[in-house]
């Protein structure tokens, strides 16, 4: 219902077309590859591919579709995330429809936008995971000796105790388990 009300929103702007509307991070990879849409608007968490799974898809496969994140989150981890992953805007689902509609136009039309709350956040958190730490994490998180981690990521023993090493470190955590919560908690996994 909420998707369907911004659509429709969107669809009254008299230089906003909205081509489609999906329900799922997978079916809008599809829809963006069919429709081939100026600007994806896009929320982090969906069923199926998240937001971010789905920028990083979009900008690998080189669809040539700029990426605008609309969530709640407004954390710094998963705008250094969403940075990473390749978007191009980042705003707040609390923000008016107005600052929405100018956020599209200036995405469309090359620009880049960023709640000003959250760069502020960005700016005053130092801790930034490399890709390879957050993967070294997400796995350490559950458990699996080194060994095993670097098996499934295809790396060196030596080179997963670094990624771990440089996480707990940037962390300031005492431990692997300590330093996997803590991202966590960031939001940085």
Not at 64 to 73: A, E, Y
Not at 102 to 119: F, I, W
Not at 172 to 182: I, S
């Amino acid at each position: 219902m909420i998707r369907d009300a911004l659509a429709q929103l969107l669809n009254l702007q008299p230089d906003v077309e909205v081509v489609a509307s999906v329900v799922d991070g997978l079916a809008a990879l599809e829809t963006v590859r069919v429709h081939r849409p100026d600007v994806l608007l896009t929320d982090v968490e969906m069923p199926g591919m998240t937001g971010l799974e789905l920028a990083e898809a979009v900008r690998d496969q080189e669809l040539g579709c700029r990426v605008l994140v609309l969530t709640t989150f407004a954390r710094a981890g998963y705008l250094r995330r969403a940075l990473d992953a390749g978007v191009d805007g980042y705003v707040l689902k609390a923000a008016p429809v107005a600052e929405l509609v100018q956020a599209l136009r200036t995405v469309r039309d090359g620009g880049r936008v960023v709640a000003p709350e959250l760069a502020l956040l960005v700016w005053e958190a130092p801790v930034a995971l490399t890709e390879r730490e957050r993967d070294v994490l997400r796995l350490a998180e559950q458990g699996l000796p080194n060994r095993e981690l670097a098996a499934q990521l295809h790396l060196a023993e030596g080179t997963v105790r670094n990624y771990l090493s440089d996480a707990i470190s940037k962390l300031g955590a005492r431990n692997r388990a300590e330093a996997a919560a803590a991202a966590r908690e960031q939001c940085l996994l």
